[in-house]
T-cell receptor, first 112, second 116 residues
Framework: GDSVTQMEGPVTLSEEAFLTINCTYT??????LFWYVQYPGEGLQLLLK?????DKGSNKGFEATYRKETTSFHLEKGSVQVSDSAVYFC???????????FGKGTKLSVIP | DGGITQSPKYLFRKEGQNVTLSCEQN?????MYWYRQDPGQGLRLIYY???????QKGDIAEGYSVSREKKESFPLTVTSAQKNPTAFYLC???????????????FGSGTRLTVV
């Protein structure tokens, strides 16, 4: 079946450092891909998404490109802030499907 | 503003008691979902409902029950049969997935259940 693998955390960075959180998936065809963010004690919020190969999703300085050849959707940000400290989830689904498949999440801590 | 409301945010119950978690949405979404979140295990699907009066089991439905009598509401009951109920519970909703793309979920802010 489908699966999503994220890099293990926690990840600790200094403010203004470059962020990469790796996400790879196992699925046949062309799923839709998502990144969600969960701040402490809260639910998940959609951060960005991409629905076809080579699409780039972007929001709040975060970017991720749908790479079909490497089945990846890595999350990047050029300069992180303390307020970016959260857990980040990669997920996939299919057109016509009700279910999302989530990765296990990567906790990011940004220190001043 | 439209959104999903989960209540209460924190809930404490004694072992052996049933407890019901509330989830209400005003987004006019047809589909609703319940997930359980445990440290280091990501999100696991408990139940989901595509339309009123219909619901399906997810990956970990044992010890839980749901109802969907109204489009806006999808309450989850954690029964005494659930062996390890202490967790963070998340409700979500979505529009029906289109044939060309899926729009993803909108989540509530969660309920943390502690059974003592």
């Amino acid at each position: 079946g489908d699966s999503v693998t994220q890099m293990e955390g926690p990840v600790t960075l200094s403010e203004e450092a470059f962020l990469t959180i790796n996400c790879t998936y196992t699925a046949t065809g062309y799923p839709s891909l998502f990144w969600y963010v969960q701040y402490p004690g809260e639910g998940l919020q959609l951060l960005l998404k991409a629905t076809k190969a080579d699409d780039k999703g972007s929001n709040k300085g975060f970017e991720a490109t749908y790479r079909k050849e490497t089945t990846s959707f890595h999350l990047e940000k050029g300069s992180v802030q303390v307020s970016d400290s959260a857990v980040y989830f990669c997920a996939l689904t299919w057109a016509g499907s009700y279910q999302l498949t989530f990765g296990k999440g990567t906790k990011l801590s940004v220190i001043p | 503003d439209g959104g999903i409301t989960q209540s209460p945010k924190y809930l404490f119950r004694k072992e052996g008691q049933n407890v019901t978690l509330s989830c209400e949405q005003n987004l006019n979404h047809d589909a609703m979902y319940w997930y359980r979140q445990d440290p280091g295990q990501g999100l696991r699907l408990i139940y989901y409902s595509q339309i009123v009066n219909d619901f399906q089991k997810g990956d970990i439905a044992e010890g839980y029950s749901v109802s969907r009598e109204k489009k806006e509401s999808f309450p989850l009951t954690v029964t005494s049969a659930q062996k390890n109920p202490t967790a963070f519970y998340l409700c979500a909703s979505s529009s029906p997935p289109g044939r060309q793309q899926n729009y993803g979920y909108t989540f509530g802010s969660g309920t943390r259940l502690t059974v003592v």
